[in-house]
């Protein structure tokens, strides 16, 4: 089983300190429309998006999300990465881009 901790690598980094890093991811989904998300993703979900705001907590929450990863070195503020470790949510952030995340996460999650 895939957990947020085995996507961790010089690509990858957790920016959210251990929260959320066992949880179990399913499957990945790219996405930046809120309101797609919540009607599409699921309970282990490994969520790319550019969005960096506490909403994307919020609707990670709600769908019991894995994580929530941002590309192209996209970090988010100190008050949502705090709300996100709270709610046990993982915050990743990573150089490539969502394309590239989402290579690397269908690679990780059929090996």
Known sequence: MLT???LLNDDIKALTGEA???NKIMRGYVCDLLSWVMSH???????V???NHLNVVAVATMIDAACVI???GITAAEDVLQKAADEGI???SSGLTGFEL????????KS
């Open 70 to 72: 941002l590309p192209e």
């Open 49 to 51: 998006t550019a969005q």
């Open 90 to 92: 993982a915050v990743l």
């Open 41 to 47: 993703g699921d309970e282990g979900t490994a969520w």
């Open 4 to 6: 947020v901790r085995n």
């Open 102 to 109: 989402a290579v690397a996460l269908d690679k990780q999650l």
């Open 20 to 22: 959320g890093l066992d």
